[in-house]
C-alpha cells in the first residue's frame, strides 16, 4: 500500500512500501530542516573543526626532524560509514628564530602515514617542507590529504612538525625575532578541518 501526499494546488508525492517481508520503520528528525534521501558520491555529510589561536614555541631537542604536535592542532570525528573518506586540511603560521632553517609537516591519524613522500634512502618522508630565509618570515602552511581510515569508529587528526635542523626553534602564532606590542605584529590563527566525504 502506497502513502500519496498531494500539494495544496498541484502535484503529488507517493511515498511506496518496498516488497519484503517484515517490519520497516522510517524515523524522521524532531528538527525542521530537509531529509537526505540519498547519500551520492562526493556528498559531504558532516565538519569538524579546532582553531588554535595560542603562541606555542616548538624546541629543538637536538636530533633533526624529530616530529611532535603542532601546537593543539588535533580534532576527532567519527565517519557514519567505514567505506566514506575524509578530507584533511591544515593552515599553520609558523616562524623560525634561526635563519636559513627547514621545517617539516605532516599529518598523523587514520590512514595519514601515506599522505608523505616516496621513500628514498635517508631522506625525511613528509608531507610539506618549508624554508626560513631569515628569522622574520613567518610562513603560512597550507596543507589538505584525502584519507581512508576505513572505520566507523572516532578518529583523531593531528599536525605534526618537526624542525630539521640542530640549533634555533619554531614558533607558532607569532614572529621570533620581534614580538613588539605594535600594529604591524601579528597575531595568527592556526586551523585543522575534517570532512567526511560520501564515496
Excluded at 50 to 70: H, K, L, M, Q, R
Excluded at 128 to 156: E, G, H, I, N, R
Amino acid at each position: 500500500m502506497a502513502l500519496v501526499i498531494k500539494g495544496s494546488s498541484s502535484g503529488q508525492v507517493t511515498v511506496d512500501v518496498p516488497a519484503t517481508a517484515g517490519t520497516n520503520t522510517l524515523v524522521l528528525p524532531a528538527e525542521s530542516g530537509n531529509i537526505l534521501t540519498n547519500d551520492t558520491s562526493g556528498t559531504i555529510i558532516q565538519v569538524k573543526q579546532t582553531i588554535d589561536t595560542a603562541i606555542s614555541t616548538i624546541t629543538n631537542t637536538g636530533t633533526a626532524s624529530t616530529f611532535v604536535d603542532c601546537g593543539s592542532l588535533s580534532v576527532a570525528i567519527t565517519p557514519s560509514d567505514s567505506n566514506n573518506k575524509i578530507l584533511i586540511c591544515a593552515e599553520v603560521n609558523v616562524t623560525s628564530n634561526t635563519a636559513d632553517r627547514f621545517a617539516f609537516f605532516k599529518f598523523e591519524g587514520g590512514n595519514t602515514a601515506s599522505g608523505v613522500g616516496a621513500s628514498a634512502n635517508n631522506r625525511q618522508r613528509v608531507l610539506k617542507s618549508v624554508y626560513f630565509p631569515a628569522t622574520s618570515s613567518q610562513t603560512p602552511v597550507s596543507m589538505c590529504y584525502l584519507d581512508s581510515p576505513a572505520t566507523a569508529s572516532a578518529v583523531t587528526y593531528k599536525v605534526k612538525i618537526a624542525p630539521n635542523f640542530t640549533n634555533g626553534n619554531l614558533l607558532i602564532n607569532s614572529y621570533a625575532h620581534n614580538d613588539a606590542d605594535e600594529i604591524y605584529i601579528p597575531r595568527t590563527a592556526n586551523t585543522i578541518t575534517v570532512m567526511e566525504i560520501v564515496v
